[in-house]
Each structure stands twice: as C-alpha cells, then as structure tokens.
C-alpha cells in the first residue's frame, strides 16, 4: 500500500515551483524591434527604492496566462490580467525588500536541497529534472531564482507572522464547546464562494463610496446569472481570487457572524442580496453547499477518516496539461459506465500506490496535500471526482467510504489547536500584508497608471 505521507503538505509553496514546469517562456520576446524594446526596458512602477519594469510585468503576464490556458481555467482580459499581475509584483517586490530588511537570506545550500526534494518527487534525478524543465522553455536561473524567492517570502511569513500566532487553551475550550453545544448534531458546514473589494477602515469617504460602487456593480452581474468563479477570478482582490473565490467547506464557528447570519435563510446557489461591509472592505457571498457537520457533538472535534483511492498521472513525464487531463476525464467516463477504477489505477496510475489499484487506505484530515483533500471531501461515497491539479500532477479521485475515529484526547485537542490556529494566520498574514502594502510608496507608470 502506498504511503500517504507523500501527498502531505511540505513545508513552502512547492505547487507553485512544481508549476512553473509547465510552463513556457513568452514565444517571439528576442524579435521585439528597437522601439518596442525600448518600451518594454521602461519603468511601470516605482515600489519604495526599486522598480518594476515593462520586460518583467510582460514575461510574468505571459507566463500566468499560459498557465491559465494549459489548466483550461477563463484568462481574464488583457489589461485586467495585466493589471493584477502588476498587483501581484507590487506585493511580492514589497515583500522582498522587508526580507532584506529582516536580514532573511536564503543561502545556495538550502535552495539546492530544495530543488533536490522536488526533483525526488517528480521521481527524477536533479539533472534529469532541469533537463525537463529547460525543455519546456524555462531557463534553470529563472526556476532556481523562484525557487529562492518562495522559500525567502516563506521564511518572512514565518517571522513576521506565523512565530506570532498563539493559541489559548481558552479558545480551544470555545472551540470545543461550539462543536457539542445546543444542537451541534444538526448544524451544517458551509462551502462559500466570495467576491473581495478591500478598503482601510479609515478610507476617506469618497474611496469608499467609489470601491462600494464598484461591488455594486459586480453584485448585479453575479445576480444576473454571471459565472461567480469568472467573476471572483476577475475582481476580487482576496487571495484566493484564482481559485474563483471558494472558501471550502467551514464550520459556522471559524466564519465570521455576519456571514453566518446572512446566509443562513438562502438555499444552496444563491448569493446574499446585498454588499457585506467587513473588516477588509465590501464582500460578496454566495452559498455553494450545505454539508453534515464534520465536527463531534460529544466532548472534542470528530476525526473522519476517508478511504480513498486515486489515479495520478505527471505531467512533467513527457506528459502535457491538457493530455493529463483529457486522458483522466475518459478514464472518469468509463468507470462511470461500469469500468473497474483500480484496473485503470494499474495500468496508468504513476503513484506508487498503482499496484494496489490506487488504494491509499484510510486517511486522516491533514494528511494529503490540500487541493486533493478539498476535492475528496467534497466528493459523496462512490463517486469519482473531475481531474485535480496538485503539487504531483493530475489525479483522478474515488472515495470508497467514510467512519469516524476520534482518537485520543490529546488528538482531538491538537485538532482544535490546528484548526484555530491556521484561521488566525490566515487573517494575520492578510492583515500585515495590507499593512505592508499601505506602508509602502507605490507608483504606477505610463500605461499602469491609467489602469489603476
């Protein structure tokens, strides 16, 4: 049986290094002419004493949109894509020179094991591995410099905010007693997809009325039947804006009570009427799901284990996004028609799991990377989910049931800590980086200006 310790998290952003494989560099960037080379060597935003150039926010726009495109997500259009990937560099130069502040430095020792451990997970030796992603066009000092740059933003996160996280044993007594207080067995968690439209709660006046005016705006498309996802993808200004806005599945104690209270008289699909003023700014909601509680109405949190089997194909094995994902969609469709899902797990799976008809077992919350455990837990028992995008490639899920097991009490302690804790780092590392972003001198130029 395989082991699931290999689709746990790992310790920074590996997906987004892991995804650049896919990508290519911009096509026909050495044939520009003088004039258009002297237009992309030009200044589109200062950010306090550095800047970003037209070369740089056109070779990233460029890479995001065919990444965009390989996965068969909506590319929004040009200047908007443009315009959010410029956002995007703002924060990330920002955040930079805070870790040069910070005296963070990541040394060639520790970037190399990282490139090593991915290389591992791609089950190829490291030269084999830049030989693949040089063929797909991107330069090995492009990806090594990435590498660099994820692991230093991670390393500021961890000083800067998560080391600052702490965790009562007050708050997991709430915590607990919200999961076995009054009607616990019959609350439900909440999958949520939302809109973001931040302003400073002491904005002027007329910044507020502009952003409230746009929301308004996005609002009535939203209820006049546009695709929220494309919508969120589009405007929102949250982070999990390229994920089309979707929270996930929540407990109504982790939400905010405003939320809570403006969706609970709506059915699954629709969206609350009017704009929610929040902490961050304006908020659009739409309800996605109603689920039975996964927490315990007895004295801690419910562990639900899943059982779950799984098909994954890589796509950095000469293998590209959209053949990846159209060979497991047939696969998807044949086991619908009555086909044995652990058949084709044998005979295609690249997980080690394969010769056990891609059983992975029994597996615990926080035991799988989180795109694949979003996918399995929204999936009912029996049912094969669509091809999901991960850190290993492309898998094809099945789960096979579901029983709870609430372990010790240390466990279900612990499980309450996590739970608590990785909501207030969530909201922290929002917070400080508006903060930082607010702190800091931006400005646009030229085109990007006229955009903002």
């Known amino acids: 049986m395989a082991n699931v310790n290999k689709f746990r998290s790992t310790a920074i952003a590996a997906g987004v290094l892991v995804g ?23 200044v589109v935003a200062v950010v306090n004493d550095g800047v970003i150039t037209q070369r740089e926010l056109q070779e990233r726009t460029a890479l995001i949109a065919k990444r965009l495109q390989q996965q068969n997500a909506p590319v929004p259009p040009a200047d908007q894509l443009q315009r959010q990937v410029l956002d995007q560099m703002v924060l990330e130069r920002i955040q930079l020179q805070r870790a040069k502040e910070d005296g963070i430095v990541i040394d060639d020792a520790t970037v190399n094991r990282t490139l090593a451990r991915l290389a591992q997970q791609n089950q190829m030796t490291l030269e084999v591995y830049r030989s693949r992603i040089e063929a797909q066009g991107v330069p090995w000092s492009t990806f090594v410099r990435d590498a660099r740059t994820e692991l230093t933003l991670s390393k500021l996160r961890e000083k800067e905010v998560d080391s600052k996280v702490t965790v009562s044993d007050g708050e997991v007594a709430n915590y607990i007693a919200s999961q076995r207080g009054p009607g616990a067995r019959n609350t439900s968690d ?3 997809q939302h809109i973001m439209f931040k302003v400073a ?15 308004d705006a996005v609002l009535k498309q939203a209820q006049g039947g546009a695709d929220f996802a494309k919508l969120a993808k589009d405007n929102s200004q949250d982070t999990d804006a390229s994920k089309g806005g979707d929270l996930g599945y929540r407990a ?17 699909g629709q969206i609350v009427p009017t704009l929610l003023r929040t902490d961050g700014g304006f908020e659009i909601i739409k309800l996605v799901d109603r689920r039975a509680s996964q927490g315990t109405p007895g ?4 562990l639900v284990q899943t059982h779950v089997r799984h098909i994954l194909l890589r796509v950095s094995d000469g293998m590209s996004e959209q053949t990846a994902r159209q060979k497991l969609l047939d696969i998807k469709q044949q086991v619908i028609a009555g086909g044995d899902f652990a058949n084709f797990a044998r005979t295609y ?20 990377v989180p795109e694949f455990e979003r996918a399995m837990n929204n999936l009912q028992d029996g049912a094969v989910s669509d091809p999901v995008r991960s850190e290993y490639g492309y898998h094809l899920i099945q789960v096979l049931g579901r029983r709870d097991a609430e372990g010790s009490a240390s466990q279900q302690l612990d499980i309450a800590r996590q739970a608590i804790g990785q909501r207030k780092a969530e909201q922290a590392y929002s917070d400080w980086l508006r903060e930082l972003r607010d702190t800091a001198y931006v400005q646009y130029k030229g085109i990007a200006a006229q955009q903002q």
Request: aromatic share 2%; no cysteine.
């Open 20 to 42: 650049a494989l896919i990508l290519s560099s911009p096509a026909g960037a050495q044939a520009l002419s003088n004039r258009n080379a002297q237009l992309a060597d030009s």
């Open 201 to 215: 709660s002491d904005a002027p006046e007329a910044q507020v009325q502009a952003v409230q005016t746009k929301a």
């Open 299 to 302: 004295d801690a949190p419910k």
């Open 349 to 368: 799976s690249q997980d080690g799991s394969a010769s056990q008809g891609g059983d992975l077992g029994w597996i615990s919350p926080g035991e799988t």
């Open 252 to 268: 109504p104690a982790t939400l905010p009570a405003g939320i809570v209270t403006a969706v609970s008289p709506l059915r699954p």
């Open 190 to 192: 909440l999958r949520l």
